[in-house]
């Protein structure tokens, strides 16, 4: 499984859901969306209702040659598949493409008129969706140019288009992608390319229904082919080498079999032998071999998907699309947790928990966070945040699964923003300036002290039951809140300074506060639809967080509520008071977990957690309506360029950034052509 982020169309600001309930995986998010931008570009570029970033890949200069090209190899071999997701989404997808990719280089007439404009926004959305059908809602795009104007360019241009590819351009052909509408046909209303046109729900239903797999270790049937029919009888062109998307599939192998060589153990050596073996054999016994091998493989510093994987795009849920994302371990921030890691009983000894609350032996939570250094396929260039696999649910009960976050696309989400609605919802300079300077360090920790100590911490007393049994439906926010908790109230801490792991707990401490307080009572409200009440557990646990200590510190004025021009701030007078507050809350929330007193864990989330005073969600709305940004994102790929001798061999990889999307776009046209245009 993937996170991707979702957007609705309040959150026209690059703010994000993921659209898992694995609660986990959110919280790299948990930092507001307001973010500093470094000296670092993430913005590329914007058109239709797409916003184009760029990410960096941390870590990549620490690797030594053979990681590198070993880096290199697994990301080419990802790009040679590029082709396969285009004809996977839509059969005239590659056609298109071609088509309008030939204009754009060569047509001489005037580029600047409007209609030059549509069509290149067009061509742009095709290369952003893989196709022709949008990446999110799955409708068809339209033109904003005339027929006769298209027609003009491609004569003017010698490109051929015509029949079914040219008209479905215009027409109300193939007008959904994925059609999850049953009246409509699920597969006859979906323009995917999973099933010969001519086959039903139902017949593809039947068909592999008969395909009897064993009970105990089930195949994924039917992931890597189409069902077409053959006189009349239906039957699968499977994707493999010498079959159905061969050509690809041979580039493909070459670059594994060149990664293969240079890998870092034996296990991803071996991993690889199956990959190969089953893009030579489309045997899906030995890509759950594989499986097994890239589950346990854990070794080493770099990662990586290949193959046909998710299988959203398919109504029926058979088919896999092809992607690839090729990872590195995050050095900086698995030292920082590795530090937490060690350190795990002196942050329990010494945490605000009722003594008998504590864990006598705590182990700290492991939490993988990786940069990304290339994707494809149907993981670029909208991207997703987080991994989770295998798929298969017997392997991952039997030998294990691997979940990460891609911490430098999170990274360049975050950062995207810019500074502008930091500075609205912030008090004063003094405020943006410690957010500018320790925002993201303190976001980082927070996060790292979160996953490793916060979610390992606390005990439940002999006799009562699990919290998901005591707690209900509210046993997550409060889950999210004792981590948070945690992490707040170490945050300010000089045993971070002391295990190197912060450079200023003062600083850190203040940015932490400052921005979690600023989003738990602020800015997080701008995810939300006016009128509604917080759902989600992370919001509605950061909420109750801000809200608890606001009241409770009223008396002392540890939190003022100010009024400036009509607009709301909250500013924090007394963090060493807050503090201790947090303490209070953790030691509250841990004792309601550990008794198992439902009663008081939810009048805890329902006073504070729930309801948004109508007032403020409606000013915060209004605030940032200001800030006007398309409402989805995805990445160009930075590009690795290898260095060669005399004798052309590697001698060094270097990581540069793309110009534009466009050159990317028409440089992975050019490099990366595998398949014909009908397959
Ligand atoms: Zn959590």
């Given at each position: 499984m993937k996170y991707k982020y979702i957007l609705s169309a309040i959150l026209v600001s690059s703010l994000f859901f993921i659209s898992c309930n694995t609660a986990d995986k959110k919280e790299a998010l948990n930092a507001e969306q307001e973010k500093v931008t470094s000296d670092f570009n993430y913005n590329a570029e914007q058109f239709a209702d797409i916003k184009i970033l760029r990410y960096q890949v941390g870590g990549f200069d620490e690797l030594n040659l053979q990681q590198k090209k070993y880096v290199y190899y697994l990301t080419q071999a990802g790009l040679a598949g590029r082709d396969i997701m285009y004809d996977q989404n839509y059969r005239h997808n590659l056609k298109i493409r071609r088509a309008l990719e030939n204009v754009y280089q060569n047509y001489t007439g005037d580029k600047n008129s409007e209609d030059w404009k549509k069509f290149e926004t067009y061509l742009k959305r095709i290369w952003f969706a893989n196709?022709?059908?949008?990446?999110?809602?799955n409708d068809k795009f339209k033109p904003e140019f005339s027929k006769e104007y298209f027609d003009t360019l491609l004569k003017e241009t010698n490109t051929a288009l015509a029949g079914e590819a040219y008209d479905v351009i215009f027409n109300d052909a193939d007008a959904k992608k994925v059609n999850l509408n049953a009246d409509k046909g699920l597969l006859k209303g979906s323009a995917t390319n999973y099933y010969a046109p001519d086959i039903t729900a139902e017949e593809a239903e039947a068909y592999y229904a008969k395909?009897?797999?064993?009970?105990?270790?089930?195949?994924?049937?039917?992931?890597n082919s189409k069902l077409i029919k053959e006189n009349g009888k239906l039957t699968e062109k499977v994707w493999k080498s010498g079959s159905l998307y061969g050509a690809s599939i041979d580039k493909i192998i070459f670059w594994l079999q060149m990664a293969k060589e240079v890998a870092e153990n034996e296990n991803q050596a071996k991993g690889l032998d199956l990959l190969i073996k089953y893009y030579q054999t489309g045997d899906l016994k030995i890509w759950d071999d594989y499986n097994i091998v890239w589950a346990k493989s854990?070794?080493?510093d770099i990662d990586y998907i290949n193959g046909f994987i998710e299988v959203y795009n398919d109504p029926k849920g058979y088919k896999g699309s092809y992607e690839s994302v090729v990872q590195i371990k995050d050095f900086d921030m698995s030292k920082k947790m590795e530090a937490l890691a060690h350190n795990a009983q002196w942050f329990e000894d010494n945490s605000t928990l009722m003594e008998e609350h504590k864990k006598k032996d705590v182990v700290g939570v492991s939490y993988k966070t990786v940069n990304v250094a290339g994707e494809a396929g149907d993981a670029s260039p909208s991207t997703p945040i987080g991994i989770n696999l295998p798929n298969n649910n017997w392997i991952r009960e039997k030998h294990g699964s691997k979940s990460v976050s891609l911490g430098n696309i999170i990274e360049a989400y975050n950062n995207a923003g810019g500074t502008d609605r930091l500075k609205e919802f912030a008090f004063d300079e003094n405020e943006v300036k410690t957010e500018e300077e320790y925002g993201q360090l303190a976001d980082k920790l927070h996060t790292a002290l979160h996953e490793v100590i916060g979610h390992a911490s606390g005990k439940i007393n002999d006799g009562i039951g699990t919290p998901k049994e005591t707690m209900k439906n509210y046993a997550s926010t409060l889950e999210e809140a004792r981590a948070d908790l945690v992490g707040l109230y170490y945050l300010p801490d000089a045993k971070l300074v002391e295990i190197g792991i912060s450079p200023n707990a003062e600083a850190i401490g203040k940015a932490a506060y400052d921005g979690y307080i600023r989003n738990g009572l602020l800015?997080?409200?701008?995810r939300l639809n006016f009128g509604d009440d917080i759902e989600e557990a992370h919001m509605r646990n950061r909420q109750l967080v801000s809200a608890w200590v606001f009241e409770k510190g009223a008396k002392d004025n540890v939190i003022e509520k100010v009024t400036r021009d009509g607009k709301t701030y909250f500013v924090i007078h007394d963090y060493t008071k807050l503090r201790a507050l947090f303490g209070d809350l953790l030691k509250e929330i841990q004792r309601i977990k550990s008794e198992g007193d439902f009663k008081a864990g939810k009048a805890l989330v329902e006073t504070y957690g729930v309801k948004v005073d109508q007032a403020i969600h409606k000013e915060v709305l209004e605030r940032n309506?200001?800030?006007?940004?398309?409402p989805y994102s995805g990445f160009i790929n930075p590009v690795l360029v290898t260095e060669t001798n005399d004798a052309g061999e590697i001698t060094n990889i270097v990581v540069t950034q793309p110009e534009s999307f466009t050159g990317q776009m028409l440089e992975y046209a050019k490099n990366y052509t595998t398949l014909p245009d009908e397959n």
């Open positions: 196709g022709i059908h949008h990446h999110y809602s395909i009897k797999v064993d009970k105990n270790t089930p195949i994924e049937k039917g992931l854990t070794e080493g800015t997080q409200l701008i309506s200001q800030f006007k940004s398309a």
